[in-house]
Structure formats: C-alpha cells, structure tokens
C-alpha cells in the first residue's frame, strides 16, 4: 500500500517563528489533506490539497503531486498552534486514506 | 464543528465487555471511515463503507465488527475487549470514497470517542 512520511517528527519553536512541515508520499494520490490535532485530540480540517498551492492566513499548502511532497508552511506561530500535524493521502483506487506518523510541534511563549 | 457527530465522547469498560461506537456522517455524505488512534500514536484505518457498503477493511481485528446503516449513520462495535484497545476512536465523512479524483472529496472528522478499557 502506498507509503506516507513526515518530517520532522517533532519541531519546538518559539512564538513568531515560522516552519515548514514536509510529506512525502510513494505513489500517486488523488487526494491530500493537512489536518492538525489540537492536546484536546480535535483533528481540524487545514488544507485539502491534491495539487497546488494555497493559503488560509498564517498557514499554506504547497503539493507537487508529481514529485509526491507536500508542504505546510506556518507563519508567525502562536502557543495555539502546538499540537500534532498529520498529512493524510487517498491512493487511486479510492480505497484507502493513510495517515503519516505526524510532526508534533511545540511553540513556547 | 466539522458536522460528523460522534457518540458517547468518553466511554470506560472492563475488560472482556462488549461496546458499540456511534457514528452520524456529514449531511449528504455516503462514504464513512473509521480510524483507531492508540496512546501517541498516529491513526489506524480501519474500515470504510460506501453508501452502506463496505469497500475497504484496514488493520481491523477480527473482534471488531461495523456496519453503514439506510440512513447513513455508522456503529462500530469491540467486543472481547482488552487493555490494548484503550485507545481514540475517530469516525469521518465524506461525499464519495476518497482517492476516486472527484471533487469535493474531502473527508471531515469527528471528536472521537476516548475508550478506556480497565
């Protein structure tokens, strides 16, 4: 089954830094997606990104499905954003959506 | 709120007992996923169903069981529980089965029900 990683594994940054979160995948994918995990353990929806690139305020998504990564950029980064960044990927035959193990970020005031 | 409701939250059992995980989709979503998420671990797949039907089957044991039901709605039952299966339980929706390229194939999550088996 296809294969998803994630780099770093944990990052700790000061508050107004900014960072880059990588994923690399082993196959094509037609879907991908951000999602970050609050400590309450919420997973909240960040970016569903196949291709391309978008923003959404301090946060944006790079995926160059071609050369299987994607990027997750954080700008300026603030204590509420601590918690465990999870990329997710669907294989081409739709039938399954595989998690990579996370990057868990600590931003310190 | 993502729209995908999960029920109980929090649910603690002894071990060799037997629980059923409630899931209730996105309106107008038909594919269902559920995932298992351990202590500092990351999440397990481990069944999906398509508009009633089961399409994929993860890491799933063979003492967990899950159906869709008519009205879309998912239950995911453990039975013969044991303290390995202490863990975060994650339901999610989405329109069609993921990776099929369609648009708006975006799968949301709901809040997880925490298990605690003593």
């Known amino acids: 089954g296809i294969q998803v990683e994630q780099s770093p594994p944990d990052l700790i940054l000061q508050e107004g830094a900014n960072s880059t979160l990588r994923c690399n995948f082993s196959d094509s994918v037609n879907n991908l997606q951000w999602f970050h995990q609050n400590p309450w353990g919420q997973l909240i929806n960040l970016f569903y990104?196949?291709?391309g690139t978008k923003q959404n305020g301090r946060l944006s998504a790079t995926t160059v499905a071609t050369e299987r990564y994607s990027l997750l950029y954080i700008s300026s980064s603030q204590t509420t954003d601590s918690g465990v960044y999870f990329c997710?990927?669907?294989?081409?035959?739709?039938?399954?959506?595989?998690f990579g193990p996370g990057t868990r970020l600590s931003v310190l005031p | 709120d993502s729209g995908v409701t999960q029920t109980p939250k929090h649910l603690i059992t002894a071990t060799g007992q037997r629980v059923t995980l409630r899931c209730s989709p996105r309106s107008g979503d038909l594919s269902v996923y559920w995932y298992q998420q351990s202590l500092d671990q990351g999440l397990q797949f481990l069944i999906q169903y398509y508009n009633g039907e089961e399409r994929a089957k993860g890491n799933i044991l063979e003492r967990f069981s899950a159906q869709q039901f008519p009205d879309l709605h998912s239950e995911l039952n453990l039975s013969s529980l044991e303290l390995g299966d202490s863990a975060l339980y994650f339901c999610a929706s989405s329109v069609y089965p993921l990776g099929q390229g369609l648009l708006n194939t975006e799968a949301f999550f709901g809040q997880g029900t925490r298990l605690t088996v003593v």
């Open positions: 990104i196949p291709s």
């Open positions: 997710a990927v669907g294989d081409n035959y739709g039938q399954n959506f595989v």
